[in-house]
């Protein structure tokens, strides 16, 4: 990627850098250099944290967050109301939600959206572990918060109309979200406002 020029390891390390969210070739090489440069402040540091992430972190086994206890932090934490789930697509919507402090009760991340296009199936989401939570009878309501996309809104469909027969209440994000919209790139406001007028399906 990098040339002949650039050593093995250097041109592995921006190859590695490039697979990130965001990260061309040319920014992973930008990121790569601004590392080399400092290796005892920067590059030493950050491989211990992501060795240390990558023994220690693990998915939790009833939302699907990703913490270091399991099950997480936020299942775990006093006060939060468990009678109350957040479906979400991914752990930085979870993440999101956080940030905003609009919501109080517990998550449920499915790991992506139905997607046709893309060969993404039920059976390849966390939807049956969803709905054998509300089936416990121990959850009054279900908030979907979806991203305002085909996939999301497909998906938000397809868990509505396996949760109708539950009896549970089922809501969805209203206002504030707008159409093509995805939550981790909403701010803490419009998040709120969001959860706040959230409506019936």
Not at 89 to 115: I, K, N, P
Not at 157 to 183: A, D, F
Request: with cysteine; aromatic share 2%.
């Amino acid at each position: 990627m990098a040339g002949p020029s650039i050593s093995p390891e250097i041109d592995r390390l921006i190859a590695l850098l490039a697979r990130l969210p965001g990260l061309g070739p040319r920014s992973a090489r930008r990121a790569a250099l601004h590392l080399l440069k400092a290796p005892d402040k920067l590059m030493t540091p950050l491989a211990s944290a992501m060795q240390h992430a990558a023994e220690s972190i693990e998915t939790c086994s009833v939302c699907a967050n990703v913490d270091s206890s399991n099950p997480c932090n936020v299942c775990t934490a006093p006060g939060r109301d468990k009678r109350s789930i957040c479906v979400l697509q991914d752990v930085s919507d979870l993440w999101a939600m956080e940030r905003a402090g609009a919501f109080r009760g517990t998550y449920h991340v499915l790991g992506g959206t139905l997607s046709a296009l893309d060969g993404i199936r039920p059976e390849d989401l966390n939807i049956a572990s969803l709905i054998r939570r509300v089936g416990t009878g121990e959850v009054d309501e279900v908030v979907l918060a979806m991203n305002a996309t085909v996939d999301g809104q497909t998906t938000a469909h397809y868990i509505t109309e396996h949760l109708e027969k539950t009896g549970v209440k089922i809501t969805r994000l209203s206002h504030g979200v707008p159409i093509g919209g995805e939550l981790d790139f909403l701010d803490d406001g419009t998040i709120a406002a969001a959860m706040k007028s959230r409506r019936a399906v």
